[in-house]
């Protein structure tokens, strides 16, 4: 640990998500290749705050703000880490920019890509990093699926991927002021959970980030939307298949998403779309024949089943890539560039157009 580079972190709300990322954070891993510092924390209540560093990093010494203004402008802070509800990423991370900081932000990045561009184009003046927070995307698995799907090309070409998070929340039962229920903070399903099926879909992108053409329907209760059904159709042929509930409870340790190829399938499992631990590789082995046997005929497959150990949380590889970017003079991320941020945005924003969800401002 001692010759390690070291990065020392604002860590902005003491919510849920903070209290995930800074578990990780200090996590005493044998193979990280940062140190990683808490170095100051900003939220609403200085108690909130204190309970926090004790619960979640008792071993460090972070100095405790009750605004995020004094974590932006905290001398000592390299990277600030933003956990605010959906509807003030951009308002947080602009602050934090303004201030000369370079920034890691919860997904979703923004509420549309007109804020996202507005962010990255505030980054690019003040020469700062910036990053959405898309964990999946840094995970070994997520990474491993992606060679094996765009250099080894075990199925072939990617014809088309099927992925879902459902998560079974009752509005209604939650306070008015609850980020999953007030459209102000950015309530529903899919800035929420339903950008994991579509960065599921996205696996199947080498590197082009071509806008499909996109069918989708949601549906509302209380005027939050609860459900997102969305089919993306690419030039080539290949089409996604999205959706995200919050009216239905998952199968946790199922499979969540499918990845079909001229050559076979692939299997996504693990207990959410966000947290995967498995996938299996159903390679074809010979020419079905016909098209009756291509259906049901398994023993022309062969598959190999790829585990994933459970590393704290699951942000670990986030907070290392993340910190050794900045460490290394990078302002994007190597891992979710700006450009797949703001197609990611877009897509989203056209599956909102058509399914009726507007919020506040907008
Ligand atoms: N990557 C992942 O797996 C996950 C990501 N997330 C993302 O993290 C973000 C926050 O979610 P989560 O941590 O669950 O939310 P929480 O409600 O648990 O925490 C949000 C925090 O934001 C601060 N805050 C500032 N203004 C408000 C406001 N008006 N209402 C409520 N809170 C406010 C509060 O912190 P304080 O009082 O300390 O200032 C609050 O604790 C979202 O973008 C979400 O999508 C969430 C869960 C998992
Ligand atoms: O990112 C997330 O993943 C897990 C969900 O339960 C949570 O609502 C969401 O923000």
Not at 101 to 122: D, I, S, Y
Not at 126 to 133: F, G, I, L, S, W
Not at 172 to 186: E, F, K, N, V
Not at 260 to 280: A, C, N, Q, R
Request: with cysteine; net charge negative.
């Amino acid at each position: 640990m001692a010759n390690l580079p070291t990065i020392r972190w604002g860590i902005i709300t003491t919510g849920l998500i903070s209290s995930w990322f800074v578990d990780d954070l200090v996590l005493d891993r044998p193979d990280a290749k940062v140190k990683h510092i808490i170095q100051s924390i900003g939220t609403s209540n200085l108690e909130k705050g204190r309970k926090f560093v004790e619960q979640h990093c008792p071993n460090q010494n972070p100095q405790i703000y009750d605004s995020y203004d004094q974590v932006y402008n905290d001398a000592e802070v390299d990277i600030v880490y933003i956990g605010t509800p959906h509807a003030y990423h951009c308002r947080d991370s602009m602050q934090a920019i303004a201030a000369g900081k370079n920034v890691l932000c919860e997904k979703a990045f923004a509420m549309n890509a007109k804020q996202a561009r507005e962010v990255f184009e505030a980054a690019k003046k003040k020469n700062v990093y910036v990053a959405e927070a898309m964990w999946l995307r840094h995970r070994p698995l997520y990474r491993k699926l992606q060679e094996l799907l765009h250099q080894d090309k075990v199925i072939g070409d990617v014809t088309r991927v099927f992925a879902d998070f459902a998560s079974e929340i009752d509005i209604s039962s939650l306070p008015p002021t609850s980020r999953y229920r007030d459209l102000a903070l950015g309530a529903g399903s899919l800035l929420d959970i339903g950008v994991y099926p579509l960065t599921w879909l996205a696996v199947a992108d080498e590197k082009d980030m071509e806008m499909p053409r996109i069918v989708a329907s949601q549906s509302h209760e209380e005027g939050i939307e609860v459900t997102t059904s969305a089919i993306l159709q690419y030039s080539s042929g290949r089409m996604g298949i999205a959706s995200s509930t919050t009216k239905t409870k998952g199968s946790p340790g199922r499979i969540f998403a499918v990845i079909h190829g001229t050559k076979g399938h692939i299997e996504v499992s693990g207990d959410t779309p966000s947290i995967p631990e498995s996938f299996t590789v159903w390679a074809r082995q010979t020419d079905p024949g016909s098209p009756e046997k291509a259906l049901f005929d398994k023993e022309q497959y062969e598959s190999k089943t790829y585990e994933f150990p459970k590393v704290g949380r699951g942000f670990v590889w986030e907070a290392d890539n993340t910190a050794l970017d900045v460490l290394e003079g990078r302002k994007e991320s190597s891992i979710v560039p700006w450009a797949m941020t703001v197609h990611m945005m877009e897509i989203m924003d056209e599956i909102r157009r058509q399914g009726g969800t507007v919020y506040p401002g907008e």
